[in-house]
């Protein structure tokens, strides 16, 4: 496909204003090509589409560490990622503001697939919990020492009563889940409706305040060290 194959208006104010590679993309999937050519265009630009998204869908799926999925698991997440998404995006065409490339403004929608997907699939296929109190895990990620302080009881005791009594009740949910279950963040998102950007957030301020009782209380020192 060409710039000049696909000539025709989007439904957009600024498609002028767009880089060529954007004009191309919206032009072609809205079918708007010139005379006998504008499915043809638009059928093949679906298709370079759906692989760019499959693609990333794959890779965005391997990246997540904490998630162990591979083969034909994995391959069947993706196709359903970017099948989603591509129906997404062409029906949201017209919402697209040119303030990035459209391929960078298309990844997005299969990233957010990819997180729904991932969360479904936990739900649906539960690891076996085989350790009893995660809490023992923890003192490290308060600490300047993770090595010394993995072993210390006391540290985790402190932590657990900071939880229970500096948190609000959803950051005390979120924080068990994710710090001391070991829920993945895009599982946890499924579960409450929420996102991963809101659950970062409350991450945050869970530890900032989780520290602040730690320092108060004499178990760290004004620098993340034990005091």
Not at 52 to 57: K, M, V
Not at 131 to 136: P, V
């Given at each position: 496909m060409s710039p000049a194959d696909c000539t025709g208006a989007v439904s957009l104010s600024n498609c002028g204003s767009l880089d060529e590679e954007s004009r191309e993309w919206l032009r072609c999937l809205a079918g708007t090509g010139r005379e006998g050519r504008g499915t043809a265009d638009r059928d093949q630009a679906l298709a370079r589409l759906h692989k760019?998204?499959?693609?990333?869908?794959r890779s965005e799926l391997r990246r997540r560490s904490s998630v162990r999925i591979e083969g034909r698991e994995l391959d069947d997440l993706a196709h359903q990622a970017a099948d989603d998404a591509l129906l997404a995006i062409t029906s949201k065409l017209d919402r697209f503001r040119g303030e990035s490339r459209f391929t960078t403004w298309a990844y997005k929608f299969v990233i957010l697939e990819v997180s729904s997907k991932l969360g479904r699939h936990y739900w649906r296929n539960p690891p076996v919990q085989v350790?009893?109190?995660?809490?023992?895990r923890i003192p490290d990620r308060f600490s300047a020492g993770p090595a010394e302080h993995a072993e210390s009881r006391e540290l985790a005791g402190a932590l657990r009563r900071a939880v229970t009594e500096a948190l609000t009740e959803r950051q005390h949910d979120v924080f068990v889940a994710i710090v001391v279950d070991g829920i993945p963040l895009d599982a946890l998102a499924a579960e409450l409706g929420s996102t991963r950007n809101a659950l970062y957030k409350t991450m945050f301020d869970a530890r900032r305040k989780i520290r602040a009782h730690l320092v108060a209380h004499g178990y760290l020192d004004e620098k993340g060290g034990e005091s």
């Open positions: 760019l998204l499959l693609g990333a869908a350790d009893a109190d995660g809490w023992e």
